[in-house]
T-cell receptor
């Protein structure tokens, strides 16, 4: 079972460059999330989606954009990369039905991004 | 505001020792969920447990046990007879109970505790 797959695993960007972090899940989960983890810190929510075509901001959305055109994919776009975006990025997914949430989040293995 | 504090940054134990990871939380919500996640060296977070705020029964799962005390706002995690494979970063997290889409997924994480178990 693939679960949540993130690509790439590592990336170095120059200031001002743009890139897209890919995330795909094969569990037919309706909810998907993007978190960032700074060194020595807990995860912070960037954006999340409750289903295809629906996205919303989390705690730290500035400098990022997302889209959810399919259930499986939830790419995260960085425009004009800045050193403050150096972090490890985690994609996650979960399933909810009938308004009841399943709190068991499945995480990808992360993307280490450095902006120099 | 939601806040999770894991005061222990790093803990080192020798295999077979018991170890307790502390978690203290702050919230104004009367109903909420508490979580523990494990992050092994591979980096991927692994869900361990979820507790509801209205259920203060302690839980045991194999070598793992959790002590939830609402009076002290704590949700501590104990590993009995630790093993080298338990070496990881452990995160405690908090979320308000579902009020609608605005709070869904907004897990507030602590900074994590790096546990190292030596053979």
């Amino acid at each position: 079972n693939a679960g949540v797959t993130q690509t790439p695993k590592f990336r170095i960007l120059k200031i001002g460059q743009s890139m897209t972090l890919q995330c795909t899940q094969d569990m037919n989960h309706n909810y998907m999330y993007w978190y960032r983890q700074d060194p020595g810190m807990g995860l912070k929510l960037i954006y999340y989606s409750v289903g295809a075509g629906i996205t919303d901001k989390g705690e730290v959305p500035n400098g990022y954009n997302v889209s959810r055109s399919t259930t499986e994919d939830f790419p995260l776009r960085l425009e004009l990369a800045a050193p403050s975006q150096t972090s490890v990025y985690f994609c996650a997914s979960s399933y909810s039905k009938g308004g009841r949430t399943n709190e068991k989040l499945f995480f990808g293995s992360g993307t280490q991004l450095s902006v120099l | 505001a939601q806040k999770v504090t894991q005061a222990q940054t790093e803990i080192s134990v020798v295999e077979k020792e018991d170890v307790t990871l502390d978690c203290v939380y702050e919230t104004r919500d009367t109903t909420y969920y508490l979580f523990w996640y494990k992050q092994p060296p591979s980096g991927e977070l692994v869900f361990l447990i979820r507790r509801n705020s209205f259920d203060e029964q302690n839980e045991i799962s194999g070598r793992y046990s959790w002590n939830f005390q609402k009076s002290t706002s704590s949700f501590n995690f104990t590993i009995t007879a630790s093993q080298v494979v338990d070496s990881a970063v452990y995160f405690c997290a908090l979320r308000a109970m579902f009020k609608g889409g605005s709070t869904l997924g907004r897990l507030y994480f602590g900074r994590g505790t790096q546990l190292t178990v030596w053979p």
